[in-house]
């Protein structure tokens, strides 16, 4: 066996075993569920929940964004470049710096958003009883909250479900990208280097799916397939990525991915904006520790994004 393709097998382990244990914790531990939890306990847990909440957004914005936007900007210069030397100068050079000045990336990203913005709208609009008459009260502290904070009221648990669905599959689709991006390295000190990044970071991140699966209800046996399916995502990936070779992007592959990553970076954003900030800040107590917890885990997301 080559030691790149020993190295790649090891990966594919890795990532598959870490991704386990890390979603896995806080649904097998009680101690991680905030409904049974009072006082101290209670303080702790919804400060880990904003620290788990920073990560998301800072996998949002320093991963899923930033890799959705380079990926798209580059295949689209390579699409031009290849429309170019086709119309071999048909078409002044100003219409295509036009064309290439255009944010498509921040376009798919948007679109990603809006995507998810309407089938929410489209599940409320096609079952309007199940937002009504449900009282959104979340006890903190032994007192029970209802839309006292400025951020307005807690979103509708009837939301819960598909946002998490959403969160799964947005992440699933990442997962798959960045498993992807280590099968295709040339070398093993970059497949090791990438790795160890990306387990640095999915490691987090797994760990806030699995608490904010437990922490919206869900019934353990369907956390624990949720977990283990986004578990196989970087593996298939990196599975991909040993079937194909470094430059093999023929037939709009590239592209491809690039615009279903956008997509997913879009879904991502719209679930960490309306689901799960709003979650983690709707409590009026000790709003600058949650900054804190918030902003650490934007942090290390960030630091770790000098190597992702």
């Known amino acids: 066996m080559e030691p790149l393709l020993g190295v ?35 303080r702790v847990l919804s400060l880990l929940g904003c620290t788990s ?12 964004t930033a890799d959705a936007l380079e990926g798209i900007e580059s295949e689209i210069q390579k699409f031009m470049m290849q429309n170019r030397t086709k119309r071999e100068g048909s078409v002044s050079d100003d219409a295509d710096s036009a ?7 921040e376009l798919i990203i948007s679109l990603g958003f809006f995507f998810v913005f309407l089938l929410e709208s489209l599940a409320l609009q096609c079952y309007p009883g199940a937002a009504e008459g449900v009282a959104v009260q979340e006890e903190w502290d032994g007192a029970h909250v209802l839309g006292l904070h400025s951020h ?13 669905l959403v969160l799964l599959l947005s992440l699933s689709f990442h997962s798959v990208f960045e498993g992807l991006a280590v ?28 608490l904010r699966l437990v922490q919206i209800g869900s019934g ?23 079937a194909v070779t470094q430059g093999d992007s023929k037939g709009g592959r590239g592209l491809t ?19 799960i900030l709003p979650r983690e800040l709707a409590g009026p107590e000790a709003p600058l ?3 804190g917890c918030v902003a650490a885990g934007f942090a290390f997301m960030a630091i770790i994004a000098l190597w992702a």
Not at 99 to 105: A, D, K, S, V
Not at 220 to 242: E, F, H, K
């Open 99 to 105: 064309q290439m000045e255009y944010p498509y990336g």
């Open 289 to 291: 520790a949650k900054w």
């Open 220 to 242: 353990s046996r369907w956390a624990t397939l949720s977990i283990l399916s986004l578990a196989l995502m970087s593996p298939l990936g990196l599975v991909l990525g040993l």
């Open 183 to 210: 099968g295709l390295q040339p070398t093993v000190a970059a497949t090791v280097q990438l790795c160890l990044a990306v387990l640095a970071h999915k490691g987090l991140i797994v760990f806030g799916v699995g």
């Open 8 to 42: 790649k097998i090891g990966c594919v382990f890795a990532l598959l075993v870490l991704t386990l244990i890390c979603g896995l914790i806080p649904i097998c531990f009680k101690w991680f569920q905030l409904d049974a939890a009072t006082g101290r306990h209670r």
């Open 152 to 164: 307005g009221p807690l979103p509708s648990p009837s939301k819960g479900p598909l946002r998490a």
């Open 53 to 64: 909440a920073g990560v998301f957004l800072g996998a949002g914005f320093m991963h899923m």
């Open 257 to 275: 991915q690039a615009v279903l990553e956008g997509v997913a970076a879009g879904t991502f954003l719209y679930v960490t904006f309306l689901e």
